[in-house]
Each structure stands twice: as structure tokens, then as C-alpha cells.
């Protein structure tokens, strides 16, 4: 069983940063494949980004492709979403997910969700 605590989520202006973060219990994070996913008002949840357990590959929607910088510290149980350039658009409320897939396609092929953290752009 892993649990996930997101924080790190505010109010920013477009073209400002922020750093999420997710806290994991369990003593097999470092084996999990963890993912970042925000789902808007009226959307669809939809894939940011992902990063391997073992070589740590990445793998990066093309919406926040050289904008976002995944990342994890296993010694910590944390995973990373480094947001840069915010636009409007990356409004969302921010999930970060685990599963023991080593290519995950879609959201339904990861077991372990947090309770979500609020990212809001302003233009």
C-alpha cells in the first residue's frame, strides 16, 4: 500500500514557477513509477508527466515539454513536478499517482492517487 500527500500548489503569475511535491509512505516507493496528472474544471484528467523507478526516465506531455521538470529523491520519498513559464492553461488541480508498471499508458494503469494540490495561473 503507498500513500501520497501532495503540496506545493498556489496562485501564481503567468511565467512564474512553483514546486510540487509528493510524499510517499511505503516501503517500496523507490520501485513505483510516479506520475503527475491535473484535471481542469470541466475536463478530462490528463497526463503531465512520469518517471521511471529504476534509470529514473522521464516522460513528458507535449503541453509542458521543456517547461516542467519531473524528478525523484527515493532516500525521500518524493516526487517532484518543477513548473516553469506557467501559462493560464496549466490550471488545473495537480494529482500525483503511483504504479508498479514500468510503462504506464494511461491513467487507469496507476493503482495509488493523492488527494490533489490546487495550481491556479493568472494571466
Known amino acids: 500500500q503507498v500513500q501520497l500527500v501532495e503540496s506545493g500548489g498556489g496562485l501564481v503569475q503567468a511565467g512564474g514557477s512553483l514546486r510540487l511535491s509528493c510524499t510517499a509512505s511505503g516501503r517500496t516507493f523507490s520501485t513505483y513509477t510516479l506520475g503527475w496528472f491535473r484535471q481542469a474544471p470541466g475536463e478530462e484528467r490528463e497526463f503531465v508527466a512520469r518517471i521511471g523507478w529504476g534509470n529514473a526516465i522521464t516522460y513528458y506531455a507535449d503541453s509542458v515539454k521543456g517547461r516542467f521538470v519531473i524528478s525523484r529523491d527515493n532516500a525521500e520519498n518524493t516526487v517532484y513536478l518543477q513548473m516553469n513559464s506557467l501559462k493560464p492553461e496549466d490550471t488545473a488541480v495537480y494529482y500525483c499517482?503511483?504504479?508498479?508498471?514500468?510503462?504506464?499508458?494511461?491513467?487507469?494503469?496507476?493503482?495509488?492517487w493523492g488527494q490533489g494540490t490546487q495550481v491556479t495561473v493568472s494571466s
Open positions: 499517482a503511483a504504479t508498479a508498471k514500468i510503462y504506464p499508458r494511461t491513467a487507469y494503469d496507476y493503482s495509488y
